[in-house]
């Protein structure tokens, strides 16, 4: 049974770098595209990207230029940064695995536990 | 604003079957890419319901059904139970956006 733990550091101040990994414990590593989505307090699910193992990424065209989505294919892990982060990014952010449901369509099957990034002076 | 939408709430009463719509465009269920449907428990992380348009992963009840129509989608949920009392999310992909997008969400509550 596939597991996905997820884990970073926080708070954080205004201008400052989110960082977070998701480790993938069980299944395939290397067949799927790996995903972080995050969802605001309130708020609806956001997708920021997804990398697959040979580091070929997509982002969020409207974080793209703030985002880098990282794989560590040795270590079954997969990273998150967010530069220049404000209370807007204030949010829960998950690490999911992208499964296809077609061959243009994926489907999130495997969550992280989630984690609360607070953003604040 | 999300490129699909969906009702913000929706209620009824235990074994009352309920529909769950979630309207898109021309670049997103229009263009033929799959809908998937997530629930939401409170404080949890989504879980897959429908993948597929109308595929349910296994140990989701058969009372749990999607469909799609053009711009559309629906999830369809019968035999309301107070545990089907949670968020529920539609997603697919947008190629106008170029990402990846999700419904705003419909909060069901069981009366």
Redesign the interface.
């Known amino acids: 049974q596939v597991q996905l733990h997820q884990w970073g550091a926080g708070p954080l101040k205004p201008s400052e770098t989110l960082s977070l990994t998701c480790a993938v414990y069980g299944g395939s590593f290397n067949d799927y595209y790996w995903?972080w989505i995050r969802q605001a307090p309130g708020e609806?699910?956001?997708?920021i990207g997804?990398v697959n193992r040979y580091g070929g990424t997509n982002y969020?065209?409207?974080l793209k230029n703030r985002v880098t989505i990282s794989i560590d294919t040795s270590e079954n892990q997969f990273s998150l940064k967010l530069t220049s982060v404000t209370a807007a990014d204030t949010a829960v952010y998950?690490c999911a695995r992208a499964?296809p449901?077609?061959y243009?369509?994926?489907?999130?099957?495997v969550?992280?536990?989630?984690t609360l990034v607070t953003v604040a002076s | 604003q999300s490129v699909l939408t969906q009702p913000p709430s929706m209620s009824g009463a235990p074994g009352q079957r309920v529909i769950i719509s979630c309207t898109g465009r021309i670049s997103n269920i229009g263009t033929g890419y799959d809908v998937q449907w997530y629930q939401q428990l409170p404080g949890t992380a989504p879980k897959i319901l429908i993948y597929g348009n109308n595929n349910r992963p296994s140990g989701v009840p058969d009372r749990f059904s999607g469909s799609k129509s053009g711009t559309s989608a629906s999830l369809a949920i019968s035999g309301l139970q107070a545990e089907d009392e949670a968020h529920y999310y539609c997603q697919t992909y947008d190629n106008s956006v170029r990402a990846w997008v999700f419904g705003g969400g419909t909060k069901l509550t069981v009366l």
């Open positions: 995903t609806g699910l956001e997708w997804e969020n065209p409207s998950y499964d449901s077609s243009d369509s994926s489907f999130y099957s969550w992280g536990q989630g």
